[in-house]
């Protein structure tokens, strides 16, 4: 069974621009969650969905939204990039909430 | 208040010993569940073993087990019989609630990173 996958793998942003990241769940899995990881900051949850409704929001500004299709994939979006949002964005997706977690690669964000 | 609390930033290990990474909790919520995850420098975090609130034995998975002490509110990892390609950071994580909103969220320590000597 294929893993969680994220793409792109790298990206390298100028500060005002927008990104858009994106995940494929493992197959059958309906949850995804996405997380911040910085050295400075650790991992931070930025928000999960299931079934296509956000059921759950980190503390991030409204910069940062997602979205969640049918077929459980999911995008993230981050605008007006700052320098402060470079950071390996990991996405991970579970069978149901509050199952064990499975995450990607990550996509790895660099803001100049 | 950290609600996840590891307190080793770093660990050495020489190849074959077994080795225990330490993992705090804290939380109000009768109902919870413990992680831990690998994540070597490639990045990827690796899912190793949980733990539930109500589970009345430690979790154990192949090398690795878990040692609950639910009234110490401790989660610790212990690794038997090291390989150098255990060498990794290892976070503990944690789920609150029984349902609730937060119920997907997991909260993350600082991590620890182990080195494996040969």
């Known amino acids: 069974k294929a893993g969680v996958t994220q793409t792109p793998r790298y990206l390298i942003k100028t500060r005002g621009q927008q990104v858009t990241l994106s995940c494929s769940p493992i197959?059958?899995?309906?949850?995804v969650s996405w997380y911040q990881q910085t050295p400075g900051q650790g991992l931070q949850f930025l928000f999960e969905?299931?079934?296509?409704?956000?059921?759950n929001k980190g503390n991030f500004p409204g910069r940062f939204s997602g979205r969640q299709f049918s077929n459980s994939r999911s995008e993230m979006n981050v605008s007006t990039l700052e320098l402060g949002d470079s950071a390996l964005y990991l996405c991970?997706?579970?069978?149901?909430?509050?199952?064990?977690?499975?995450f990607g690669p990550g996509t790895r964000l660099t803001v100049t | 208040a950290q609600k996840i609390t590891q307190t080793q930033p770093g660990m050495f290990v020489q190849e074959k010993e077994a080795v225990t990474l330490d993992c705090t909790y804290d939380?109000?919520?009768?109902?919870?569940?413990l992680f831990w995850y690998k994540q070597p420098s490639s990045g990827e975090m690796i899912f190793l073993i949980y733990?539930?609130?109500?589970?009345?034995q430690n979790a154990t998975e192949g090398r690795y087990s878990l040692n609950f002490q639910k009234a110490r509110k401790s989660a610790n990892l212990v690794i038997s019989a090291s390989q150098l390609g255990d060498s990794a950071m290892y976070f503990c994580?944690?789920?609150?609630?029984?349902?609730?909103?937060?119920?997907?969220?997991?909260?993350f320590g600082q991590g620890t990173i182990l080195t494996v000597h040969p």
């Open positions: 991970a997706s579970s069978l149901v909430l509050g199952y064990e977690q499975y």
């Open positions: 197959s059958g899995h309906r949850s």
């Open positions: 969905y299931f079934s296509e409704t956000q059921r």
């Open positions: 939380t109000s919520d009768p109902s919870y569940g």
């Open positions: 733990q539930g609130s109500y589970d009345q």
């Open positions: 994580a944690m789920r609150e609630g029984g349902g609730g909103t937060s119920y997907g969220k997991l909260t």
